[in-house]
């Protein structure tokens, strides 16, 4: 993303699925609890001047949904638009029951 910056470029939509833990090219660490601040100041640099989606999902228990719809919602804040977030599960049929999988933060401009 900040080469993508660096260059420039810009996007209408943005989707994000950060790993939770990662290395880079030169062996740094990106850690998603440590690096999600970034990654979305990166993500507001990135959106056109009318952009028209960001969707964010997090495969990290430690995350509540609401943190990680707030934290998007205060990157994107003044653009408008209609923000939403939640968690994602797999329905369990044989138990009625819903397993979560991920927590999910969704904007758009419409």
Partial sequence: MRREERRGRTYDGIILDPPKYGRGPKKEIWQLDQGLDELLTLTRSLLSPDP????????AVRLSFIAVGQTLSQKLSGLGGVLDWGEMTIPETARNIDLPTAVYARWSSH
């Avoid at 028209?52 to 495969?59: E, H």
């Fill in 52 to 59: 028209l989606f960001v969707i964010l999902t997090v495969y």
